[in-house]
């Protein structure tokens, strides 16, 4: 049985810069993942980006980027 099927999924991908070693990107994906709305969350610290799936009708893009920069990480507007 699938779950979220009512959810209005949105896939955003964001470029993150400032993420140096393994604990950085662990540290974006644990804040993205514990954002209300955020059904995935995953970062890729080679190609400095972060990929999340969300519900639309709960938590928007700026949010999310919000969410990553209060950890002092950039990301571009």
Avoid: W
């Amino acid at each position: 049985m699938a779950h979220h099927i009512d959810m209005a999924a949105q896939t955003l991908k964001m470029n993150v810069s400032g993420m140096t070693c393994g604990n950085c990107s662990r540290s974006v994906e644990r804040k993205l993942l514990a954002t209300p709305g955020v059904a995935k969350a995953t970062v890729d610290l080679v190609n400095a980006c972060a990929t999340v799936e969300y519900d639309a009708d709960v938590v928007k893009p700026e949010a999310l980027a919000n969410a990553v920069r209060q950890l002092g990480f950039d990301v571009p507007a």
